[in-house]
């Protein structure tokens, strides 16, 4: 029997159904919410690759975009309703083949639903995933800390770089950047709170720990190994979501990997709850 999903290339009018969309994916199993920022969808779905999967009722059910291809791997972005089968995979799957030929597809899904899941059935396809986390800002606690802090200054970025590369240097998949170039990638976003990121440091000014604020979003946070249990996270944690309250932002936002359950124990501990998931699929064709 022929499938009742039909894809097409997205039309001019077809924005508007993509925005749709994600506001009805968000709605149903959250994720990232700059999804509905009309700057972050272009930049995820560009237009010129974009592709709709409609239902026999024209509903626009799931949309795909090539962002870029590399030696042997295709990079598409990936939104369906959570009511997505079989149909509308064989529908995405045969869109994707249309735009690129490279033998390794990456799906970037940032709204995630059991049903999208399930399309890639290999467990190990899901190779990157991450909780979106939130909380209010109102009512946040003040923080106090026992070491020094330092905001984020030229002259205190190296410090950041050093309680990053401790912190994280165990970390499954640690990228290991230089500090130049670590620097850069921090300070490049429009968004970046110097004021508002924190270095905690001892009284040698060895770093212990780092807190990046950036738009309404706790962006990154570590504490070396030998500093961690004593409180340093939470009152790094404590600090970002109090001066994101006093940059007026109603939500402090934070995006967690799944294999990370001592940084997910205390974000839950300090009132944050799971508002979505974001992964990464491999598909090999
Ligand atoms: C996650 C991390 C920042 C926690 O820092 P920390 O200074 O040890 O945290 P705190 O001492 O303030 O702990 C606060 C609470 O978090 C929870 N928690 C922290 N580490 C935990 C662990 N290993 N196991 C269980 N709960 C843990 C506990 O509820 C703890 O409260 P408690 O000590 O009263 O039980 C630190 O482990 C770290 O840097 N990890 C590597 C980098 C990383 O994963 N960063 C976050 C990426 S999103």
Redesign the pocket.
């Known amino acids: 029997m022929a499938s009742s999903f039909v894809a097409q290339r997205a039309t001019s009018r077809d924005r508007e159904s993509l925005d749709k969309l994600a506001a009805k994916c968000l709605d149903a199993h959250g994720g990232l919410p700059q999804l509905l920022d009309p700057d972050f969808a272009v930049a995820l779905f560009p237009h010129e690759s974009l592709i709709v999967i409609r239902d026999a009722t024209q509903q626009v059910v799931a949309a795909l975009a090539l962002t870029h291809d590399s030696d042997d791997s295709a990079f598409f972005s990936l939104l369906a309703l959570p009511t997505v089968n079989s149909d509308v995979a064989s529908e995405i799957f045969s869109a994707a083949a249309t735009l690129s030929q490279r033998p390794t597809q990456i799906f970037r899904c940032e709204s995630v639903n059991p049903r999208l899941s399930q399309i890639f059935p290999d467990p190990a396809s899901q190779f990157f995933s991450e909780y979106v986390m939130s909380r209010p800002t109102e009512n946040a606690a003040s923080p106090t800390f026992s070491v020094i802090t330092q905001p984020w200054t030229d002259d205190s970025a190296p410090r950041f770089f050093t309680a990053y590369h401790e912190?994280?240097r165990e970390?499954p998949g640690f990228p290991d950047p230089s500090s130049a170039q670590w620097i850069a990638d921090q300070v490049e976003s429009e968004e970046f709170h110097r004021e508002a990121s924190l270095v905690a440091l001892d009284d040698q000014r060895t770093p212990l720990?780092f807190v990046l604020v950036d738009d309404d979003q706790i962006w990154?946070?570590?504490?070396?190994p030998t500093?961690?249990?004593?409180?340093?996270?939470?009152?790094?944690l404590t600090h970002a979501v109090h001066a994101l309250g006093t940059l007026g932002k109603p939500d402090a936002w934070?995006?967690?990997?799944l294999n990370?359950?001592?940084?997910i124990?205390?974000y839950e501990?300090a009132g944050f709850e799971i508002v979505g998931q974001r992964s990464r699929f491999r598909r090999e064709i």
């Open positions: 912190s994280f970390r720990g990154q946070m570590g504490v070396v500093a961690r249990r004593q409180g340093l996270g939470r009152a790094l934070l995006n967690v990997n990370n359950p001592d940084a124990a205390l501990s």
